[in-house]
């Protein structure tokens, strides 16, 4: 596509829930990356894809957060039993193999409530 | 760790004034990259600049132009001749040539008034 596309751009949940966060990269770039931002603050750093390369998943904050990359392509980030804590808006970001050396293409964002 | 670090969380400037946010960061690395991204209260992140630490030149593109002090871990943005576009947040962010993820900082609210 011609941009970094994410589903849903808003997601409300009871506590407890799980939710499913969705990315679909731009066509081409091999690594994706998923950002955390809680209200008002810098960008937290959860997990990344390149390739078919294992993925470096040392940000995840705790093991109720896991992502997957199917084809390559598009990438779910699952939450089990959500937390309030976990509220933020959840960004994920594309780039050509080396690409992330020009920076990043972003998309808009997932904003999860849970209450 | 790389840590990135932004001390002014709010700045305003007049509208066609100039302005400078501030970045400093922390490496034992030689080369990497720095980067500042804006964000609008659309929340799409947009890359602004960038600059290989590598280059002793000062990246510039337009009116954004930085001013990288290698010796000083320091990487300010200006912003000349500002516009109401240009209020959002700004995030500064470093990475290394051999690693996926960049550092964050935690941003610099820019107001722009008329």
């Known amino acids: 596509g011609a941009g970094v596309s994410q589903s849903p751009s808003n997601k409300v949940t009871e506590k407890g829930k799980d939710v499913e966060l969705r990315c679909d990269p731009i066509s081409g770039h091999t690594a994706l990356y998923w950002y955390r931002q809680r209200l008002g603050q810098g960008l937290e750093f959860l997990i990344y894809?390149?390739?078919?390369?294992?993925?470096?998943k040392s940000g995840l904050p705790s093991d109720r957060f896991s992502a997957e990359r199917t084809g390559g392509s598009v990438s779910t980030l699952t939450i089990q039993r959500t937390q309030q804590e976990d509220s933020a808006v959840y960004l994920c970001?594309?780039?050509?193999?080396?690409?992330?050396?020009?920076?990043?293409?972003f998309g808009s964002g997932t904003r999860l409530t849970v209450v | 760790a790389q840590t990135v670090t932004q001390s002014q969380p709010e700045m305003s400037v007049q509208e066609a004034e100039t302005v400078t946010l501030s970045c400093t960061y922390d490496t034992s690395e030689s080369d990497y990259y720095l980067f500042w991204y804006k964000q609008p209260p659309s929340r799409q992140m947009i890359l602004v600049i960038r600059?290989?630490?590598?280059?002793?030149q000062n990246a510039t593109e337009n009116r954004f132009s930085v001013n990288f002090q290698k010796a000083a871990k320091s990487f300010s943005l200006k912003i000349s001749d500002s516009q109401l576009g240009d209020a959002a947040m700004y995030f500064c962010a470093y990475r290394t040539t051999n690693a996926g993820k960049s550092t964050f900082g935690d941003g610099t609210t820019l107001t722009v008034k008329p």
């Open positions: 970001a594309s780039s050509l193999v080396y690409g992330g050396d020009y920076g990043y293409t």
């Open positions: 600059q290989e630490a590598y280059k002793q």
């Open positions: 894809f390149q390739g078919n390369s294992a993925p470096d």
